[in-house]
Structures are given as structure tokens and as C-alpha cells.
């Protein structure tokens, strides 16, 4: 069954590090998506990609957040530096480009910062 | 600001019973509507997608929308403990941006 995958799965991190999360969506999905879930809330949207483009990172925190897609299939978001109000799990998901809207998630990855 | 607003719960219903998850959006332009469940440390699984207004059902989910009320439901028919989850309202509004969620609610189901 296709998927998306990411990795890692948990990371634990010191504030001021910088840290990486990486995403390959479903196979032939042109559009990819980082979201972040603070525990207790539902996910809210860092980055929207179709292909390599970024269509909306209006919620990105650019000062220390960056996200690319270069070849327009597998995605790394990063976080430089961290902190600690950044623990959340950071989710990435993908939906078929003129196929329906429905984003398929992948499992995710804890991130604590301490 | 579009939002999503959802009732946080925990909803608690006792195994065999009927669940009923609301949810309102506040943009009249969404087009497209869907119900995620969440159990807890894991990420979010689509379970229900609903376009037009009316009801949608599959198995023991149904999906109701009422555009005019901005207004989308999910009823959980024989509810089992494994049925105990987070689920997420989300609705997408013009085409190609990205779902709006909201908090979610939280069923239990007591067996």
C-alpha cells in the first residue's frame, strides 16, 4: 500500500541545535505539505508545495524554519535554531495533484527540544 | 482568519451506541470536507470525505453536510472502544490550497 514516509520518527533535540525532518510522499502526489500539531491541537500548516514550488509558507516561521523540495518528490523541513516551544510532532502529507483533495499523512515525527 | 471549530469532548458514549462529532467552518466558500480519526501518538487517517450537502455513509460512518448552516457532521453507528480516538474536522476551501483542521474531539467509548 503506497505511503508516505518520514523519518525520524522521534528526535530529541537541545534548544539552539539545529534539526532536519525529512518526507517522501506518495508516489505520483504533487502536492506536499508540512504540518506541525502541538499537543491538544488539531495540525496547522508550515508549508505548501506543488512540485518544487512553494504555494504557501505563509505561516512558516522564515526566521529559523526553512523548507525545500528540490526535485519536486521528497521534502526536508529544517529548523535552525531550535527551541523550546518547537516541540510538537511535525507531520508531513501529500494529495494527488487533479485528483481530489484528500492529504494522506505520514506517521509523523516527535520532535522535543529540551 | 478561517477557522474550524470543533468541540473538544471528551465525548463518552458507552459500547453499541450512537456517536455524533459536529463541526462548523466559518468560510462559505469551502468546497470539499473531511473527517480524520487520531489515536493518540499517532498521526492523522482519513476515514470520510463529504462534497455536497446531504449524507454520506460508509459502514457504520455517515457524513452529513449542510453547506447553508456551514455546518458538517460525522455519526458513528455501533460505536466500539476501538472506535476511542481523536477525530479532526477538515475543510478545504478554493481549489489547491491546503485543509484547515480543527482541534478535534475526543470520543470514548466505555465497553
Known amino acids: 500500500e503506497a505511503e508516505v514516509a518520514q523519518s525520524p520518527r522521534y528526535k530529541i533535540t537541545e534548544k539552539s541545535q539545529a534539526v532536519a525532518f525529512w518526507c517522501d510522499p506518495i508516489?505520483?502526489?504533487?502536492?506536499l505539505y508540512w504540518y506541525r500539531q502541538i499537543l491538544g491541537q488539531g495540525p496547522e500548516l508550515l508549508v505548501q508545495f506543488q512540485d518544487e514550488s512553494v504555494v504557501d509558507d505563509s505561516q512558516l516561521p522564515k526566521d529559523r524554519f526553512s523548507a525545500e523540495r528540490l526535485k519536486g518528490v521528497d521534502s526536508t523541513l529544517k529548523i535552525q535554531p531550535a527551541e523550546l516551544g518547537d516541540s510538537a510532532m511535525y507531520l508531513c502529507a501529500s494529495s494527488s495533484h487533479g485528483g481530489g483533495p484528500e492529504a494522506f499523512f505520514g506517521q509523523g515525527t516527535r520532535l522535543t527540544v529540551v | 482568519q478561517k477557522e474550524v471549530e470543533q468541540n473538544s469532548g471528551p465525548l463518552s458514549v458507552p459500547e453499541g451506541a450512537i456517536a455524533s462529532l459536529n463541526c462548523t467552518y466559518s468560510d462559505r466558500g469551502s468546497q470539499s470536507f473531511f473527517w480524520y480519526r487520531q489515536y493518540s501518538g499517532k498521526s492523522p487517517e482519513l476515514i470520510m470525505s463529504i462534497y455536497s450537502n446531504g449524507d454520506k455513509e460508509d459502514g457504520r460512518f455517515t457524513a452529513q453536510l449542510n453547506k447553508a448552516s456551514q455546518y458538517v457532521s460525522l455519526l458513528i453507528r455501533d460505536s466500539q472502544p476501538s472506535d476511542s480516538a481523536t477525530y479532526l474536522c477538515?475543510?478545504?476551501?478554493?481549489?489547491?490550497?491546503?485543509?484547515?483542521f480543527g482541534k478535534g474531539t475526543t470520543l470514548s467509548v466505555s465497553s
Open positions: 477538515a475543510v478545504n476551501g478554493k481549489a489547491g490550497t491546503a485543509l484547515i
Open positions: 508516489s505520483g502526489h504533487a502536492t
